[in-house]
């Protein structure tokens, strides 16, 4: 006896075993229990969903003798003719090679005649939206007003090239990709009964690769047993057999993007080549695995829409932390431009490796994307700051004194670099023969003592302020971008706020706490944050040190007033 492929063997035979398509099984059910039969069903969805199956299902159910909560009983002579191919009464035509005025013609004949056996004459029309216009016209008629022993089920993937005037002569039942977790599930209940010796893991990979169809990953189990026959199907055998990439390589490949590293990235690509994996597999999971991480960024609970283990979550947690939301959208867009020129591409490995010099080096486009993602960069190396050479970790004028803002007052706590550095010019006076020009006048900034403690505290979230603020993400980066930390006493900080809008939201005791446990949790510190708002003609380039630096650096005795 042949071999019969799995998506052919498991077919369904009763509704009870249809998955997925709960909605539509339920209402063909109930209207073959109250006998309210229509005569005109549209099923659209994608591939292998359940379209034909559901209606062949149906055909027999409207014709069982014995029906079983109606659903057919697959035992009686007429259910048994129908899964055979033998009866007269069900007639299945592939509309793309029956497609004309002609082949249209022969059904109106056709339904002259009542059913040989059974209640009903079924006609199902598979791929319904490649009838030529003249055929759907024909059909229009028939279509409205057939007689009563007459179904008609129009099947099709692509509801938008079906005319208005047959779309309103149908019921229409929208098919649902089917999850993937049903897809999985099923996979397990086939394997067993197949006796395949298969991994989960391996399971939920086929299930993802099938993109919401069930004939699909039948099919893709398929391929894989049959490679690895009489073998334990594990996962990286899986990968193997379809040309697929683990997705720890995809985080390896996303950090070698956010850093700009196109050799890397060339590299990788080279050993994905040399592995034999297809690259338009590749580029659809990676844009797969971007989305994932966008998710992960910006949904409270990603576990809920996210498919995958607890460890798996953590870290792709840790990699969406790694760049925001605006560039992950600029990495999904050219990647999924480029997963459509691929497919008819013949120099497929030219085209991906372009793709990926196009994410590391967003400076050779000029598109509005690329350029946000530039000033993105730079914004980053600005609030990183850059240290100035000082009088020590906490002394005047140090790095620490005017903050982590470096040229502009966003992230840090003092004074931008052009101001910093007048005051550098007029501490240490002016050198012989710098020029004609007199010097500004300028007034040194107060300086206020505080313990050491305070100090330490203040001088880490100082400089970690551009760290910390692209760590909490969300709505809060924008909001915190223009503002300053002063000390507020022990284990206690206020961010100073130039923006009336950004303060009532930073102000929120759920930002204050959000922020709070941040830095908890990253550097270990149980500070309280207080918020206000900066004042008009208030400066901000107040130097906090400790006695024992002032000491050191003035050579004078320092009372420290209560």
Same mark, same amino acid.
């Given at each position: ?235 990286? +055998? ?24 196109? =050799? ?68 999904? +867009? ?39 993602? +530039? ?23 140090? =790095? ?26 007029? =501490? ?7 020029? &004609? ?39 809060? +980066? ?12 022990? &284990? ?71």
């Amino acid at each position: 006896m042949s071999y019969m492929a799995l998506y052919r063997k498991w077919r369904p035979a009763a509704f009870d075993d249809v998955k997925g398509q709960d909605h539509i099984v339920t209402t063909l059910k109930n209207q073959i229990l109250s006998q309210r039969i229509g005569h005109a069903y549209l099923f659209c969805g994608t591939r292998g969903t359940g379209k034909t199956t559901i209606a062949k299902i149906f055909a027999k159910a409207v014709n069982c003798e014995h029906p079983v909560n109606g659903s057919p009983c697959g035992e009686c002579r007429i259910c048994r003719s129908i899964a055979s191919g033998a009866s007269l009464n069900v007639v299945e035509i592939d509309a793309a090679s029956n497609n004309g005025v002609d082949n249209i013609r022969e059904i109106r004949e056709q339904v002259q005649y009542p059913p040989t056996e059974g209640n009903y004459r079924v006609y199902i029309i598979d791929e319904v939206h490649m009838l030529s216009t003249g055929a759907f016209n024909a059909l229009l008629k028939t279509l409205e007003e057939p007689p009563s022993y007459v179904i008609f089920i129009l099947a099709t993937t692509e509801v938008n090239r079906i005319p208005v005037t047959v779309l309103s002569r149908c019921q229409r039942y929208d098919f649902k990709r089917i999850s993937i977790a049903t897809i999985t599930d099923r996979l397990k209940e086939l394997s067993a009964a197949e006796q395949i010796d298969v991994e989960e893991r391996a399971l939920s990979y086929i299930a993802r690769a099938a993109d919401g169809s069930m004939r699909d990953a039948l099919s893709l189990l398929d391929q894989c047993a049959a490679f690895h026959y009489g073998e334990c199907l594990t996962y990286d +055998r899986v990968l193997d057999v379809l040309g697929a990439v683990d997705t720890a390589i995809f985080s390896r490949m996303f950090r070698a993007v956010t850093g700009g590293r196109t =050799a890397d990235c060339i590299r990788q690509l080279e050993e994905l080549i040399v592995q034999g994996r297809e690259l338009s597999q590749f580029v659809t999971d990676f844009i797969w695995y971007m989305r994932n991480l966008l998710l992960a960024q910006t949904v409270e609970d990603a576990e809920g829409i996210v498919d995958m283990s607890s460890e798996n979550l953590r870290l792709l947690k840790e990699d969406a932390g790694v760049t925001d939301g605006e560039t992950l959208m600029r990495y999904i +867009r050219v990647l999924s431009d480029l997963s459509n020129q691929i497919r008819y591409a013949s120099q497929k490995r030219v085209l991906v490796e372009l793709a990926f010099i196009r994410l590391t080096k967003p400076q050779m486009e000029q598109d509005y994307d690329s350029v946000i993602e +530039r000033l993105n960069k730079i914004e980053e190396t600005l609030e990183e700051g850059v240290p100035a050479k000082g009088f020590g970790a906490a002394g005047m004028f140090g =790095a620490d004194a005017y903050g982590a803002g470096g040229s502009l007052p966003a992230a840090g706590a003092g004074l931008p670099a052009d101001r910093a550095g007048a005051g550098m010019a007029a =501490a240490q006076g002016s050198a012989p023969g710098a020029g &004609s020009q007199p010097a500004q006048a300028f007034t040194p900034p107060r300086e206020v003592v505080l313990p050491k403690a305070q100090l330490e505290d203040l001088e880490l979230i100082r400089n970690e302020w551009g760290k910390i603020v692209r760590g909490l993400g969300g709505a809060v +980066r924008p909001s915190f971008r223009d503002t300053i930390v002063e000390p507020s006493g022990d &284990s206690c900080l206020t961010i100073v706020f130039s923006s009336v809008n950004n303060f009532e939201f930073g102000r929120q005791a759920k930002v204050m706490g959000q922020l709070e446990e941040y830095v908890k949790s990253v550097y270990g510190k149980d500070i309280y944050f207080k918020a206000r708002l900066l004042g008009n003609g208030e400066r901000t380039d107040t130097v906090y040190v400790t006695a024992e630096d002032l000491k050191e650096h003035i050579h004078m005795d320092i009372t420290v007033e209560d």
